[in-house]
């Protein structure tokens, strides 16, 4: 118990010290307790910069529940580890809150280490994981020379020019590509085992958890996890801080998603990456997402309406998007003065509107 209370305090301090430069890139892996039984851990960028999505552990009186498994089975092991010294009792539910690969690949290692573990999520997620998650091994080669062809064409495949800063990762991604492959070659995969449309309640024994699909947005199956009682709110990759994720989504039902969200009545909320938000700055970081959203995919449907349909318009759309948006705005508003933070915001914003325009064109 001693180590519980010593480890709370640190990390409660760190919480207090980083609360003014929350970042992107996460160095230190950081446990928070955020009420009694709900702990959020944040775990440090595997080696080959890939992110990690924040694991929530909810313990009931008779069983646990968590958010997400992470990237690196190494680091699930580590959640596991912890997880014992906190409750005997055993892990009962682990819910993915999308496919992407920094919330689902430690899924094995949560599988092995707790028979009678149940996996949920949304059932395109679940579909999405079947078919996408076995492949990852497989595609590490393919992984390097795309990043060494971006790192020679100096600009990514949304076409944002590369910063130094920009350069200095990809170079340091491709440096730790190896080892984080090494280690995937022992892991054993796993999809979810329950599949849901609209929303499941469940009760560990004195605490109610619903897990929610309020409609597509990072991508078409994100499930978002509310404790009612606690009014805490684990978003998934809906909301990640400081600079949202934009990548491949639908910027345009996002934002109405993010409305839905509004209407719940919480109070802290555990983005799927970044520090925990709470009261006024956890419902200001909604708003602004949710008009960010509803900013870019308005401008980019205009102007793909003025310009034509057609893939081969998308440069075009995006000259006009980034001429007549506020951009530097919008960047300040997210990544404040930090050059990083405004690589990341750029980087996600390129992508961004390329997902506004597929999710418009045609149509
Ligand atoms: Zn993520």
Request: glycine share 8%; with cysteine.
């Amino acid at each position: 118990m001693k180590f519980l209370r010593v480890a709370t305090m640190m990390f409660g301090l760190f919480a207090i010290a980083s609360h003014a430069a929350d970042s992107s890139r996460t160095k230190t892996r950081t446990v928070q307790k955020i009420a009694k039984g709900v702990y959020t851990i944040r775990h440090k960028d595997a080696p080959d910069t890939f992110p990690q999505g924040n694991t929530t552990v909810i313990i009931g009186e008779r069983e646990v529940l968590v958010v997400d498994s992470c990237y690196l089975p190494s680091s699930a092991r580590e959640d596991i580890a912890e997880i014992r010294k906190w409750t005997d009792k055993p892990v009962r539910y682990l819910v993915n809150t999308h496919w992407h690969f920094d919330h689902t690949m430690g899924n094995g290692t949560y599988w092995q280490a707790f028979p009678g573990l149940s996996i949920i999520a949304h059932t395109e997620t679940a579909k999405q994981i079947e078919g996408y998650n076995p492949g990852w091994f497989e595609r590490f080669p393919k992984r390097a020379d795309r990043m060494r062809q971006i790192l020679a064409d100096g600009k990514d495949g949304n076409g944002k020019t590369l910063s130094e800063g920009d350069r200095k990762e990809y170079e340091e991604a491709i440096a730790g590509l190896a080892p984080v492959q090494e280690e995937f070659k022992t892991i054993v995969d796993h999809a979810p085992t329950i599949s849901f449309g609209s929303e499941i309640s469940l009760d560990l024994g004195g605490r109610e958890v619903r897990i929610i699909h309020l409609g597509r947005g990072n991508t078409a199956g994100d499930a978002i996890v509310f404790l009612p009682r606690e009014k805490i709110l684990m978003t998934g990759d809906l909301v990640v801080h400081p600079v949202p994720y934009m990548f491949g989504g639908y910027p345009g039902e996002f934002g109405r998603t993010l409305t839905k969200m509004e209407l719940l009545r919480f109070e802290t909320i555990v983005p799927g990456h970044g520090e925990v938000l709470n009261a006024t700055a956890s419902r200001n970081y909604v708003r602004l997402l949710a008009e960010f959203c509803e900013a870019v995919s308005d401008l980019t449907s205009s102007e793909l309406h003025r310009t034509g349909s057609g893939a081969a318009n998308l440069p075009a759309v995006r000259e006009g998007v980034m001429k007549k948006l506020d951009v530097a705005a919008w960047r300040r508003k997210f990544a404040g003065e930090d050059k990083t933070e405004q690589d990341a915001f750029d980087t996600s914003f390129a992508a961004m509107v390329t997902a506004a325009f597929n999710e418009v064109n045609g149509r």
